[in-house]
């Protein structure tokens, strides 16, 4: 089943209707928070104050995701508040038009895996299943999108650097550690 969802065309394909609906949904979350205007300071107060607590006790279950909450994201709400409605945009729209589609669901699962850490289920658990099969898809999952044109140029620039770091010309003079260069 991977190989198939990672090697085949028509797997491909129905992976563009995956990305469309995850796509979707992360740019019409990250949209209202950008155009409605956003603060993240309410719901981060909220997750410090009631932390998810292990079953049957007062223990925080996350406990040092509560003091990154704390320590971190509350002092610096205002960088979180542009985080999070340009990073859902983002993520959605890599997805929709399959430019760098594996990185935006493994993103876009971040994101998931944070709200949910911080006690919101939501639609989270649906989005971070849809994102496993993306992610399990490879980039046979932007293969009809931006993917395909965008992957070869990252992959030939890569190349074009190690080559300039490190030659492969036999003629390139030897240091004593016996590298190239």
């Not at 990672?6 to 950008?34: D, M, P």
């Not at 006790?57 to 990154?68: C, D, G, K, L, S």
């Not at 430019?99 to 493994?106: K, W």
């Not at 140029?153 to 030659?167: E, S, T």
Request: avoid cysteine.
């Amino acid at each position: 089943m991977a190989n198939w969802m990672r090697t085949n065309r028509i797997a491909a394909a129905l992976l563009v209707v995956v990305r469309f609906y995850l796509g979707w949904k992360w740019i019409e979350a990250g949209w209202h928070k950008i155009v409605d205007g956003f603060s993240a300071a309410g719901f981060l107060n909220k997750a410090i104050e009631t932390p998810v607590l292990a079953t049957g006790t007062e223990n925080a279950m996350y406990p040092n995701f509560v003091a990154f909450l704390k320590h971190f994201a509350l002092p610096n709400v205002e960088l979180i508040n542009v985080l999070i409605p340009w990073g859902e945009f983002l993520v959605g729209l890599g997805l929709i038009l399959g430019g760098l589609t594996v990185t935006a669901a493994f993103f876009g699962m971040m994101m998931n895996f944070m709200f949910l850490l911080a006690g919101t289920v939501s639609s989270n658990p649906w989005l971070i299943l849809f994102g496993i099969v993306v992610l399990l898809a490879g980039n046979n999952a932007g293969k009809f999108g931006l993917d395909y044109y965008l992957l070869p140029l990252i992959k030939r620039a890569y190349r074009h650097i190690v080559k300039r770091k490190h030659p492969t010309d036999p003629a390139a003079p030897v240091n004593r550690q016996g590298v190239a260069g």
